[in-house]
C-alpha cells in the first residue's frame, strides 16, 4: 500500500511513536535494530519502506522476512520516511512494533526460571542517559544477567535512543521499569536476593564480593550516585580500584567491570 501524503494518520501515529507518545509502541530503525527485532518474539504491527529502498531492492532477504511477520506495509516517498525517522541518515525502512511486558513479575518469572547461570538481577536508580541505559542493558544480556530494574525518573530503556545502545537486548531482557526503590529492595531481599551497591567510598573491592550467591547489584545515576539514605537501605557496598587519582568511571564501564567479575565466578 501506498502513501503519499505527509499528514496520513499512519505517519502521524508514526511520529508519536518516534516522540515516546504512545507508551506501549516501539519505534525500530536500521537494519541491525530490524534483525533483531524479526529475531525476537516481538509483535510487529507496521513497516514503512521508501520507494528508494524497495526499487533498488538493497536488502531482499531483510525485505522477505519482514513481509512473513508484518501485517500492514507501507511504501512512501524518501522525502515522508525522512519526516518520521529518528536518524539523520535513514536506512530506508522504519517498523512499529508493541513493546514487551514488563514489570515485577517479568523478573518473578526469570528467577523461577532460572534463565542464565549468573544469580544476579541489576537495580538501576534514576538513570537519565538513553544511550547510556542501552549500553548496560546491551552489557547485562552479555554477561548473563536475570533482568534489571528501573526505578522512576529513570529514561526509557524503549525509547530509540536506548534501543541503539542495547542493540536488541532490550527486546529479550525481562525488565522492571518506573519502581519505588524501597519497594524494589524488600522485594529482592523477599526473593532471595543480598543487594549490594557500588560506593566510591566503600571498603570492599568488588573482586571480593560473593557473586556466586544471589544477588541485587544496585548502581545510583550517573551524576548523583546513590542518596544516603538509599545507601544505608542497601547495606553492602563495593567500589573499583583505579590509578592515577581518577574520580569516576562511565557508568556502563563500571556495570561491565562488576558484571564481567560476577560472571567469571559462576563459570569457574
Same mark, same amino acid.
Given at each position: 500500500?501506498?502513501? +503519499? ?10 511520529? !508519536?511513536?518516534?516522540?515516546? !507518545? ?11 535494530? +530490524?534483525?533483531?527485532?524479526?529475531? %525476537? !518474539? ?36 524518501? !522525502? ?6 529518528? +536518524? ?6 522504519? =517498523? ?43 552489557? %547485562? ?24 545502545? %542495547? ?36 571498603? +570492599? ?11 541485587? =547489584? ?51
Amino acid at each position: 500500500m501506498k502513501i +503519499t501524503a505527509r499528514d496520513n494518520q499512519r505517519l502521524k501515529k508514526a511520529r !508519536k511513536v518516534r516522540d515516546g !507518545k504512545i507508551p506501549d509502541l516501539l519505534f525500530i530503525e536500521g537494519v541491525r535494530l +530490524t534483525e533483531e527485532a524479526l529475531r %525476537s !518474539k516481538l509483535i510487529i504491527e507496521e513497516a514503512f519502506f521508501s520507494e528508494n529502498f524497495l526499487r533498488e531492492n538493497k536488502n531482499p532477504e531483510l525485505l522477505k522476512q519482514i513481509k512473513t511477520r508484518v501485517p500492514d506495509i507501507f511504501e512512501i516517498p524518501e !522525502k515522508l520516511l525522512n519526516s518520521i525517522a529518528d +536518524t539523520k541518515k535513514p536506512q530506508g525502512f522504519i =517498523l512499529i512494533a508493541k513493546k514487551p511486558p514488563t514489570g515485577k513479575e517479568i523478573l518473578e518469572n526469570s528467577i523461577a526460571r532460572k534463565i542464565t547461570p549468573l544469580p544476579l538481577i541489576l537495580l538501576l536508580d534514576e538513570i537519565n542517559n538513553p544511550s547510556n541505559l542501552g549500553a548496560i542493558i546491551r552489557t %547485562s544480556e552479555a554477561a548473563g544477567v536475570n533482568g534489571i530494574i528501573l526505578t522512576r525518573n529513570s529514561a526509557d530503556p524503549f525509547s530509540s535512543k536506548a534501543l541503539r545502545g %542495547s542493540m536488541g537486548s532490550a527486546f529479550r531482557l525481562p525488565v522492571w521499569t518506573k519502581a519505588d526503590f524501597d519497594s524494589a529492595i524488600r522485594w529482592a531481599i523477599d526473593s532471595g536476593l543480598s543487594p549490594v551497591c557500588a560506593d566510591i567510598r566503600s571498603q +570492599t573491592n568488588y573482586a571480593r564480593i560473593d557473586w556466586e550467591k544471589p544477588r541485587l =547489584l544496585v548502581l545510583g545515576s550517573e551524576a548523583n550516585g546513590l542518596s544516603e539514605a538509599k545507601r544505608k537501605l542497601v547495606g553492602e557496598s563495593l567500589f573499583i580500584p583505579m590509578e592515577n587519582e581518577v574520580e569516576s568511571l562511565n557508568l556502563a564501564v563500571s556495570a561491565g567491570i562488576i558484571l564481567f567479575e560476577a560472571k567469571r565466578q559462576n563459570s569457574a
